[in-house]
């Protein structure tokens, strides 16, 4: 059996009463005490021990107890629970056993994880009987996902219904079974390699932002730790047995009060006053938000929800549930937040009165304090007891009230734009996602934009021969009908090769959308940037909303650069929008064979990527290396780049009385659509994208 790092020895996992938990480990142990509350995201660079922290959790879990040989794990002392292998009756040998982490793989299947027809049982005695699947295993445990950004958006639906519903129902294969799969659901993320859909995100119980530490010391003693473990596993880990053995009598001690903690009426509408001021969409939030107090009122030995337990679960449980644009710094704005709670704890709940009998109201300068207990003090509880860690993980978010309050001129107004860069920030121009379609390969790596038929997504049907999974009841009827022809009547189901049938699957194919990008002296001139700007983030959004992977090259001076390899973060991209300088040449020819040996590259890499070329420039190439010859170079250039079958979109940033027409020339030489930046605001893009499949706006890129 493997030995893990343990959760103590993780730095900001120490429940001690010096530093407290950071904001992972606060998370990770609120959900394992009120498992209600919807699992963690925790969202962090790469290297930040977020699996390490969740490997950890399940050893400082309190045991459970199980009926010996039950595959459900269902409770010996709740008299509802039902387990498919039950009834279990008095005479039921019970036994403890540690709590189970499952971890659910990024290529998991459907049937895999829900649990699908018993294979050996249908083959050797013809018999229906059910395998359960992970979130079977995972019932009273913890299931853990990590790259839970790269699973399938089906998969993660099913994840997350099941955590909500604490309950999954098979109807597959024959098969009809309904068990428990109440599990605590944690799911570990590097935004740099894509976003997960607003949709999903929101069904996350609480998020967490982690980052490494900037202190060297606190660094030092990161690898310090880890080198005693690879040295020592053993030693290191009774070194840190006592600290994780309190954690696991706190946290039962935990688990017993939540379901006695008052959460009183003031502190209720509270709750729903912070929602409602962040305007948070639904309800969820604010029951999210209800439970965690509860939970962590109950982690510090409360019997009473404080001012202290809302400011915490809100930070846990709002950030990625607010109103933001998805190029906006995670977080949500904690002295907004301490506005909204006031400075003085909860007032005390009015005193339950007889309806019939007239009570006179009294000011609430004259209610006393209730008679609960006195607050635990909780490190971390206030903004001046936070972590050095959780201030490295965590940022203030005030883009959405800087995006309302900029605004510029058009395009030939007046106002200022500096040519040393590009701010995001300052794009004037309202920005929407742009729908953007390509034709899909029918085969090839799913994603989000174009259908393909592939190796994963929703099943569609069976063929008879072909690469890819077995579909078992398919396989199985077309068995079915020949055991007369081949003398059996009973007994065994004879299979042979031409029974066997594969599945087909339909998904979607991902695309990688490069943007080549002029940054030269006539971009930042005529105050062209802001549409630049707002055409570019448009179609940001729209890969955002894909998980299509992006990339980004600028061209300025002599030369052009990729300052963006291919990622699936449309936030680095942005990011990187707002970081690029301007000024200079326009040495076109370079930015389109740069893009070029990208996207060859990317293809090597990945021969069934549907790649977009979306250029930005005014076309107007000049090169002091080349001359005059720098316009024919950037033709010659297109006409190489058109040559490999690469799907574009030329957008025109030429303003002003006197126009030469040199992008729409471009675009001619390149085979692609030509928009006029000016046009982006309206549909233009999207109907000129979709000319290329021959579909209508509303529904290519469903």
């Known amino acids: 059996m493997p030995v893990h790092y343990p959760f103590s020895a993780v730095l900001g996992c120490q429940a001690d009463s010096t530093t407290g938990l950071d904001d992972m480990g606060l998370a990770l142990v609120l959900t394992t005490i009120s498992p209600e509350i919807g699992g963690v995201l925790v969202r962090g660079e790469k290297g930040t021990a977020k699996s390490t922290a969740v490997r950890g959790l399940a050893a400082v879990l309190p045991s459970i107890s199980v009926y010996a040989g039950d595959r459900f794990s269902i409770d010996p002392s709740d008299p509802s629970a039902e387990s498919p292998d039950g009834p279990f009756g008095s005479a039921a040998v019970v036994e403890s056993r540690p709590v189970r982490l499952v971890e659910l793989p990024v290529g998991a299947t459907e049937d895999r994880v829900v649990g699908s027809l018993h294979l050996e049982s249908a083959l050797s005695r013809g018999a229906v009987e059910f395998e359960p699947g992970l979130l079977a295993r995972a019932h009273r445990g913890l299931l853990y996902v990590d790259e839970v950004n790269l699973l399938h958006d089906h998969l993660v639906d099913l994840l997350l219904d099941a955590a909500a519903m604490g309950r999954v129902s098979v109807e597959r294969d024959g098969v009809s079974v309904s068990h428990a799969a109440r599990f605590v659901l944690i799911g570990t993320m590097n935004p740099e390699e894509g976003e997960l859909r607003p949709q999903l995100l929101d069904r996350f119980g609480l998020t967490v932002e982690v980052a490494a530490p900037r202190d060297p010391a606190l660094r030092a003693e990161v690898v310090r730790r880890r080198m005693a473990f690879d040295l020592d596993a053993g030693a290191f880990v009774e070194g840190f047995g006592a600290d994780d053995r309190a954690l696991t009598s706190r946290i039962a001690a935990a688990r017993e009060l939540v379901g006695k903690v008052r959460l009183t009426e003031p502190g209720l509408l509270k709750i729903a006053e912070v929602c409602a001021a962040f305007e948070v969409d639904g309800l969820r939030a604010d ?108 940022t203030d978010s005030s883009a959405s009230e800087a995006d309302s309050s900029t605004s510029e001129t058009d395009s030939s107004g007046s106002g200022t734009d500096s040519s040393a860069g590009l701010s995001t920030d300052a794009a004037g121009v309202a920005y929407r996602p742009r729908l953007l379609t390509v034709t899909g390969l029918g085969t090839g790596r799913t994603g989000g934009r174009s259908k393909a038929i592939g190796s994963s997504g929703r099943r569609i049907g069976a063929r008879e021969s072909g690469r890819g999974s077995l579909h078992l009841v398919e396989t199985l009827k077309a068995a079915a009908g020949k055991q007369g022809s081949r003398g059996r009547t009973s007994g065994r189901v004879e299979l042979r090769v031409e029974d066997l049938r594969t599945a087909v699957r339909e998904g979607r194919e991902a695309n990688l959308v490069l943007f080549c990008v002029d940054a030269s002296g006539s971009m ?34 002599e030369g052009a650069e990729l300052v963006l390899p291919p990622t699936g973060s449309v936030d680095l991209a942005a990011a990187r929008l707002d970081e690029v300088p301007a000024g200079g040449r326009t040495p076109l020819a370079e930015g389109l064979l740069e893009a070029a040996r990208v996207l060859q590259r990317e293809r090597l890499r990945d021969p069934d990527l549907r790649p977009l070329l979306v250029v930005v420039t005014d076309g107007r190439a000049n090169s002091k290396t080349h001359g005059k010859d720098a316009v024919r170079r950037s033709q010659q250039a297109a006409a190489y780049v058109a040559g490999l079958g690469v799907t574009t979109v030329v957008i025109d940033s030429e303003s002003g009385p006197m126009r030469l027409g040199l992008a729409r020339q471009l675009a001619a030489h390149l085979g692609a659509e030509h928009v006029p930046v000016a046009e982006v605001s309206a549909e233009a893009l999207t109907s000129a994208v979709h000319g290329f499949t021959g579909s209508t706006p509303g529904r290519g890129a469903a």
């Open 287 to 394: 029951i999210v938000t209800a439970r965690t107090a509860v939970a962590h009122a109950a982690w510090v030995g409360r019997s009473e929800v404080t001012r202290a337990d809302i400011r915490r679960a809100a930070l846990l449980a709002l950030p990625h549930r607010r109103r933001r644009n998805p190029f906006d710094a995670p977080g949500i704005d904690e002295d907004l937040l301490d506005r909204i709670l006031g400075g003085d704890e909860l007032p005390p709940e009015p005193p339950e009165t007889d309806p019939d009998v007239e009570v006179e109201e009294t000011s609430g300068e004259d209610s006393t304090t209730t008679d609960a207990p006195a607050p635990e003090a909780e490190p971390g509880d206030t903004s001046d007891q936070e972590g050095s860690i959780e201030e490295a993980s965590t």
């Open 524 to 557: 930042a001139a005529r105050k062209r940037m802001a549409q630049v700007k707002a055409a570019v983030l448009s179609l940001l959004l729209d890969a955002y909303r894909r998980r299509d992977k992006v990339g980004m090259i600028t061209f300025r001076g």
